[in-house]
């Protein structure tokens, strides 16, 4: 192909992504498939992949697999070059078994999705004080649900004790219990003991729900993350 005729030819590229691996493919101003060729999912590949794309002509916009997760650098690559990017859905599912799992099909398939502006919708902005939000909250849901967890754990391995630090345990409160895990020093080397092993579980698991306890308790008292809040009320006014 010359140069003057991709100077002149528009394009619409598309991305299959994957965790270490993108498949990209460029399809032309008639939806015709020009190319298709994998590159790295790291920055240097972004970079291969927006000059291979823009080789074939103008580049008008990119269909993008997964914004949300494997696509999430590209995405914020992409806008940050000026690039129009849309989130391609995943294609049907009873087609997708029919003719098996291919990337380079996938990433043809995303770049006709974005040529037609079929199963593609904008996708939510990667950066900024937005993004911060969805982070923070997404970990903090993390760790409450670690701290559930830690605590049943506490419980059903109590329950589960031999009798004489069952019955020890059971009766105390939860500040209790927290406290007198935490001052346990168990002897790890008399882990073949059935009563040590229960000791060991025990004082790690509770030291695992009272870290997380401490860190929630610190995030409520963040600074940081009060004033997140406060500029994406601001900005939703």
């Known amino acids: 192909m010359g140069a003057q005729e991709a100077q002149e030819r528009h394009v619409v590229g598309g991305v299959d ?12 101003d008639r939806d015709r498939v020009l190319a298709s060729a994998s590159f790295a999912a790291t920055r240097q590949g972004y970079r291969q992949m927006l000059a291979w794309m823009r080789s074939f002509g ?6 993008v697999e997964s914004t949300g997760s494997y696509g999430a650098g590209l995405l914020r690559f ?3 070059a000026g690039i129009e990017v849309l ?5 049907d599912a009873q087609d997708r078994r029919r003719r098996g799992k291919n990337d380079d099909f996938d990433a043809q398939s995303a770049a006709h999705a974005a040529f037609a502006g079929t ?35 506490i419980h059903n ?10 019955e020890t345990l059971r009766r105390m409160t939860r500040m209790q219990l927290v406290r007198t895990l935490a001052a346990w020093r168990p002897d790890l ?7 040590a092993a229960y000791r060991i579980g025990l004082d ?17 008292r963040s600074r940081i993350c009060g004033e997140v809040r406060r500029r994406v009320r601001s900005r939703s006014c």
């Open 78 to 80: 992409l806008q940050q």
């Open 204 to 220: 790690l698991t509770g030291w695992l729900w009272t870290g997380l306890i401490e860190r929630i308790s610190q995030d409520r």
């Open 119 to 153: 199963r593609t919708v904008t996708p939510r902005t990667r950066d900024g004080m937005v993004e911060a939000l969805r982070v923070l909250n997404a970990c903090r849901k993390t760790a409450v649900a670690a701290r559930r967890i830690a605590l049943q754990m």
């Open 58 to 63: 103008v580049l008008r916009r990119v269909g």
């Open 17 to 28: 992504t994957h965790k270490d691996l993108h498949v990209a493919a460029v399809v032309d």
């Open 189 to 195: 080397s008399a882990y073949r003991d059935v009563e």
């Open 87 to 91: 989130e391609v859905t995943t294609p």
């Open 157 to 166: 391995t109590i329950v589960c004790a031999p009798d004489g630090l069952r």
